[in-house]
């Protein structure tokens, strides 16, 4: 690649991986193989083995055995940390070519992928920390016969399936966390977006990772995911991903050996905007939450619910910020707003966006895909005149169209902030803080922005209320999700007989 223009060149040819089993990479050799084309190019630029059902069975054994003879658990907590500080230095070093990959086969900006990359080195160096701190509880007050102990062990193999969005960042917001706790992983990335994760499995065995702790599975959702999901060997799994897999998910936990889950599913995340906000740094941080990322992200703030008295500014605010937004391409330093990750994708925001005009909504912005010559781009969106029983005020669409609500009193913003099966996550923009704290504590959602958004970081946790998933990853939450909890009782001289 040439990294003295500020636009980074394509590959001559795509780069070939192998997956990742027990501490090897395993060429494809008579597999069949996905290529991936950049979704900002439209040229082939990976190559990835389809993997078998036996495949997986393997890296299940692997991560078994790995866990079963406790090389890895049986470690104390300063030999796991500095395997994982290991990961976190060795993600630095190759930060630029791990930035690259991500770009070419999801369409994000590189400027973008980069700060994710950094973040996630972070993520290591954070959860090195809690290799060492995790520990339990002791009861000293259950009299002089007994002493009371609550231990934590990990839970065992970890399955993760994650999704294209966000392919590094959301595996580096599980990884370090679960082996902090012991737990040995089997990870099956989304189809279009693995590479990173097979780096990802390399940069651990380099970083000292035992053989078999780490395993990398590549392939569709609908063989492998479902596979890795029925596993009967698997103890966890944190899926990633949209509701309707979310509940094949439950089903096949229910099916098999009621694995323990996490969830991360969608959202439909408010905007709460009053006429006392910045509304400067309101407007920035709208256009922000809903083109990141071209809005694929499960913490876009989809829905802008403004005071009225202030709306009609507002949203040409925010129109204006949209409208200087460099949407191009991604390998373009310059670019903010990416490619469209998949086919699928961008047809369903399509489908999205004449549906939203078809319910009677007011095209404000957007609408349109963008010819950039080559890939798949859409124009950041706004509706205007949009009702809450609209599908786009409603359903998730997972792209960059914002949609309108106004509102009149605080309780009226908190309802219609309320009023979605999901709760991922929400921001309010104020200067008052009787209104901030109130709407904080009333609006159900697992992440909460206060005059800021998108806002994260390794320390606090992540995760959903109502169906936008069940529990939390990253933090000290995080590396607990992972492990379960032994209560154990020493009695402490001589026994009181049952028997005289
Ligand atoms: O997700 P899928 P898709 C939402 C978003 C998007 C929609 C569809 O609304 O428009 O989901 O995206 C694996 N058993 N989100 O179709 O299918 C799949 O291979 C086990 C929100 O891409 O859920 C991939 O690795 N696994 C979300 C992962 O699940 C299966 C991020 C996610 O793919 C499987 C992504 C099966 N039967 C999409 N079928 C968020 N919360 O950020 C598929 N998979």
Redesign the pocket.
């Known amino acids: 690649m040439d990294t003295q223009s500020t636009r980074l060149s394509l590959p001559s040819e795509p780069r070939t991986f192998g997956f990742y089993v027990d501490g090897a990479e395993v060429p494809a050799g008579g597999r069949d193989v996905f290529e991936r084309n950049s979704p900002g190019h439209d040229v082939p630029v990976t190559r990835i083995p389809k993997c078998t059902p036996a495949d997986l069975d393997d890296a299940v054994d692997a991560a078994r055995r790995a866990f079963d003879d406790r090389r890895w658990s049986g470690l104390n907590g300063q030999a796991r940390a500095a395997v994982l500080l290991r990961a976190g230095a060795l993600i630095r070093e190759r930060a630029e070519e791990i930035a690259y990959w991500e770009t070419l086969e999801n369409g994000k900006p590189i400027s973008q992928a980069r700060g994710e990359v950094a973040g996630c080195a972070d993520m290591f160096d954070y959860a090195s920390g809690l290799a060492r701190s995790l520990h339990g509880d002791s009861f000293n007050n259950l009299g002089d016969g007994m002493f009371g102990l609550v231990t934590r062990e990990p839970v065992g193999v970890v399955g993760i ?5 966000f392919p590094f960042l959301i595996l580096c917001e599980r990884v370090p966390y679960i082996l902090a706790s012991g737990c040995t992983i089997v990870v ?4 279009v977006t693995s590479a990173t994760t097979l780096i990802l499995a390399q940069i651990l065995t380099e970083a000292g990772l035992p053989a078999g702790c780490m395993n990398v599975v590549t392939g ?3 063989t492998i ?2 596979a ?2 029925e596993h009967p060997r698997v103890d966890m799994l944190s ?4 509701t ?2 979310g509940r ?2 439950v089903e096949a936990a229910g099916k098999s050996n009621f694995k323990k889950l996490g969830l ?4 439909k995340n408010p905007q709460i905007v009053f006429a006392d906000a910045d509304l400067e740094d309101a407007a920035d941080g709208v256009a922000f939450g809903i083109a990141f990322n071209t809005g694929q ?2 913490v876009s703030g989809s829905r802008l619910i403004v005071e009225r008295s202030v709306a009609n500014e507002f949203a040409q605010m925010v129109q204006d910020k949209l409208a200087k937004a460099v949407v191009g391409d991604p390998l373009d330093e310059a670019t903010q707003v990416g490619a469209i990750t ?1 086919d ?2 961008n047809r ?1 925001i399509m489908d999205y966006i004449a549906k939203g005009q078809a319910e009677g909504a007011r095209l404000i912005c957007g609408g349109e895909a963008l010819d950039m010559g080559r890939g798949q781009y859409i124009a950041p969106t706004i509706f205007g005149d949009v009702t809450p029983d609209m599908a786009i005020a409603r359903e ?1 669409i ?1 792209g960059p169209v914002l949609t309108i609500l106004p509102f009149d009193t605080v309780d009226e913003a908190i309802s219609i902030a309320n009023d979605t099966e999901y709760g991922l996550a929400a921001s309010v923009w104020t200067k008052n803080i009787d209104k901030a704290l109130m709407v904080t504590r009333r609006v159900q959602a697992g992440r909460f922005w206060v005059n800021c958004t998108l806002a994260g970081g390794p320390e606090l946790p992540l995760g959903g209320f109502k169906q936008s998933g069940w529990g939390r990853e990253a933090g000290i939450y995080g590396v607990e999700e992972y492990t379960q909890v032994k209560s154990v009782h020493i009695e402490i001289g001589k026994r009181t007989p049952w028997i005289a």
């Open positions: 399936i994650t999704p294209w969005n099956k990335p989304s189809e569709s959702g609908s995911g479902q890795l999901i899926f990633t991903g949209s309707a897999v094949r998910v991360e599913l969608g959202g992200c499960c998949t699928a994708q369903t998730e997972f």
